[in-house]
């Protein structure tokens, strides 16, 4: 639908980095801009996300940072981060105090955050860069004119999906990483774009599973009545033509695989 110059703008989301554990060649982890009105969340941080951040804007514009759950591939580059807001030319150009990003958390994020850098260096560092706060599944974030809701699904650590609503009532929904589940399809119900995980080519032989495959994440989008679907946290390394058809088949419907520096707006 066109839209007017008087309109609202609708959300953009920028994938930044959408491949595993593990890099693709020249690609990131775990990583999303959103976008509206000018105000800018960055949902997760995953190892190669800064990068990909510099290469689209200045890291000292984004308003918020949000960790969707405490695995490596999502938080890792909060340390290069904190590093350029602590250190980076940009603190001694800027006029009075440093931007200091809000940084939103699942509790406990603290003491994630001090033992990790701590290994080391300043235990504090990640905390001194940002403005930690750190988040429990009931609450509502306002950032901006989004409003971000969460939802805990099955994965290895205590793990939210995450909801984001525009300004218009758009909706973007993120499954983050989970196993098989019934959560997230309630939770995403009706949404207007879903990203959910596809990280397997088999489901795991093993119990508690902690990912999906393209045809699990299919069926997901199919049951919340997603109106666009997208699979990510998946390798280079994977057929992801396969993975598309099998989610296609599963969803009932057109299915795309994120590709890192793809847009996708939020009506
Ligand atoms: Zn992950
Ligand atoms: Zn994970």
């Not at 995953?46 to 200045?58: E, I």
């Not at 909060?78 to 009075?96: I, K, Q």
């Not at 390394?237 to 520096?261: C, S, Y």
Request: net charge negative.
């Amino acid at each position: 639908m066109a839209r007017g110059p008087l309109d609202s703008p609708p959300v953009d989301v920028t994938v930044l980095g959408k491949s595993p554990s593990w890099q693709d060649a020249d690609g990131a982890c775990s990583g999303y801009l959103v976008e509206e009105e000018g105000v800018r969340l960055l949902l997760d941080c995953g190892n190669g996300v800064f990068a990909k951040l510099r290469g689209r804007r200045d890291y000292d514009a984004v308003d918020a940072v949000l960790i969707s759950h405490l695995h490596a591939d999502h938080f890792l580059d909060l340390v290069p981060y904190s590093y350029a807001l602590t250190y980076g030319p940009r603190r001694e150009r800027a006029a009075g105090e440093p931007a200091r990003p809000v940084l939103h958390a699942p509790a406990g994020a603290g003491e994630t955050f001090r033992r990790v850098v701590g290994a080391w260096g300043t235990e504090d560092l990640v905390e001194n860069a940002f403005e930690l706060q750190e988040y429990e599944p009931g609450d509502v974030l306002h950032i901006g004119p989004l409003t971000i809701r969460f939802q805990v699904v099955p994965h290895y650590v205590r793990t939210h999906a995450v909801d984001i609503v525009s300004s218009l009532g758009g909706r973007f929904t993120f499954g983050a990483d989970c196993a098989p589940n019934d959560e997230l399809c309630a939770f995403a119900q009706g949404t207007d774009l879903l990203f959910v995980e596809a990280t397997l080519p088999e489901p795991e032989p093993f119990e508690p599973r902690g990912h999906m495959t393209a045809g699990e994440a299919g069926e997901h989008g199919r049951r919340a009545g997603a109106r666009r679907l997208v699979l990510t946290h998946i390798s280079d390394e994977l057929d992801l033509d396969h993975a598309r058809q099998e989610a296609e088949r599963a969803f009932g419907g057109a299915v795309e695989v994120a590709r890192e520096g793809a847009t996708y707006a939020v009506p």
